[in-house]
């Protein structure tokens, strides 16, 4: 059964430029996370998408959103990128959200701001 | 809101030996599960065990097993007969039991394996 899968791998972009990370969760997983990975803040939960509808947020400015698919497939769209934007930034599925059932999560994109 | 607390920032264990990893979580809610995920220099996220918090046994997975004591509110990850390829960044997590949850992670612990 295939993994999770997050395209691109790295990416590298300048202030001011938006930017638009993929994630195709496991197949049969309906529910997929998004979350931020820095050295400074550590792991931080962005969003959680279940059936195309957001169902939970974390603290992050609107430049952050993101959408699911028909499909479960999962964007996550970043807008007017600042240098603080730099990060991996992680995507996880799961059957469906709630109860005890673990997140499995990506490689990860790997986003640099210059 | 939930806190996960992991208090070595690093850790290091002879090769075969066992280690045990602190955790201690902070929450208001009565149903919840907690987490283990071992993060390796590549960067991918990878789930070992799960223990929620109306279950009487600790949880194992192989070589990974969970003490959990819910009055210290701790869930220790411990890892027996270490191996080199133990070596990585290991994250203590929490998430309510309930619709539409989303996991808190601790800061972390590095963990090197020694031959």
């Known amino acids: 059964k295939a993994g999770v899968t997050q395209t691109p791998r790295y990416l590298i972009k300048t202030r001011g430029q938006q930017v638009t990370l993929s994630c195709s969760p496991i197949s049969g997983h309906r529910s997929v996370s998004w979350y931020q990975q820095t050295p400074g803040q550590g792991l931080q939960f962005l969003f959680e998408?279940?059936?195309?509808?957001?169902?939970n947020k974390g603290n992050f400015p609107g430049r952050f959103s993101g959408r699911q698919f028909s499909n479960s497939r999962s964007e996550m769209n970043v807008s007017t990128l600042e240098l603080g934007d730099s990060a991996l930034y992680l995507c996880?599925?799961?059957?469906?959200?709630?109860?005890?059932?673990?997140?499995?999560f990506g490689d990860g994109t790997r986003l640099s701001i210059l | 809101a939930q806190k996960i607390t992991q208090t070595q920032p690093g850790m290091f264990v002879q090769e075969k030996e066992a280690v045990t990893l602190d955790c201690t979580y902070d929450t208001s809610d009565q149903s919840y599960g907690l987490f283990w995920y071992k993060q390796p220099s590549s960067g991918e996220m990878i789930f070992l065990i799960y223990?929620?918090?109306?279950?009487?046994q600790n949880a194992t997975e192989g070589r990974y097993s969970l003490n959990f004591q819910k009055a210290r509110k701790s869930a220790n990850l411990v890892i027996s007969a270490s191996q080199l390829g133990d070596s990585a960044m290991y994250f203590c997590a929490m998430s309510p039991l309930k619709y539409g949850n989303k996991l808190v992670f601790g800061a972390g612990t590095i963990l090197r394996v020694k031959s």
């Open positions: 223990q929620g918090s109306y279950d009487e």
């Open positions: 998408y279940f059936s195309e509808t957001q169902r």
């Open positions: 996880a599925s799961r059957s469906s959200p709630g109860g005890g059932q673990p997140q499995h």
